[in-house]
């Protein structure tokens, strides 16, 4: 795993997330999963990423040895088709009631207990309370600063 530059700890994580998706216990799985097994690593790949490193949109269809998947979370680490700053602000423009790059505090909670990898009530409040600009007197809140301080906080 040198010769692909993997650190020890990523190394760890795949042959973790390669166990929990051997669901026969054969060292092999279905490259349906390798999407989820990649997310597993704490990657974010696109579903045309996925498709690129050798994922399936189908079970049955091709089986993935441990050996396969390093190269894989490789590809996928170093893919700039992850999803950034700019894709998550177009997203959040979507509950920008005022076009000022504004929205209610209480709809980014939601955002963050409902949708993706949910986080618990206490994780919103504990991340908002952080990273979150305070609320002006209608509950509207900046997210763009938001979005860059979560950012720069996962590099």
Same mark, same amino acid.
């Given at each position: ?58 079970? &049955?269809? *091709?089986?993935?040895?441990? %050996?396969?998947?390093?190269? $894989?979370?490789?590809? #996928?680490?170093?893919?700039? !088709?992850? =999803? ?31 949708? &993706?990898? *949910?986080?618990?009530?206490? %994780?919103?409040?504990?991340? $908002?309370?952080?990273? #979150?600009?305070?609320?002006? !007197?209608? =509950? ?16």
């Amino acid at each position: 795993m040198a010769e692909l530059g993997l650190k020890k700890k990523e190394i760890d994580a795949i042959e973790f997330a390669f166990d929990v998706y051997d669901f026969k216990g054969d060292g092999k799985v279905d490259a349906f999963y390798a999407g989820d097994l990649m997310r597993a690593c704490n990657l974010n790949p696109t579903l045309k990423t996925i498709a690129e490193i050798g994922g399936q949109a189908e079970k &049955g269809k *091709k089986m993935l040895a441990k %050996e396969d998947c390093f190269p $894989m979370f490789k590809a #996928c680490k170093d893919s700039k !088709d992850q =999803g950034g700053f700019h894709d998550f602000v177009e997203i959040l423009k979507l509950y920008d009631k005022n076009n000022d790059d504004t929205m209610l505090g209480h709809e980014l909670f939601r955002l963050l207990t409902n949708l &993706g990898e *949910k986080l618990t009530k206490e %994780e919103a409040k504990s991340l $908002m309370k952080e990273l #979150c600009e305070p609320e002006d !007197d209608e =509950g509207f809140m900046p997210f763009k600063p938001f979005l860059e301080r979560m950012c720069a906080a996962e590099k």
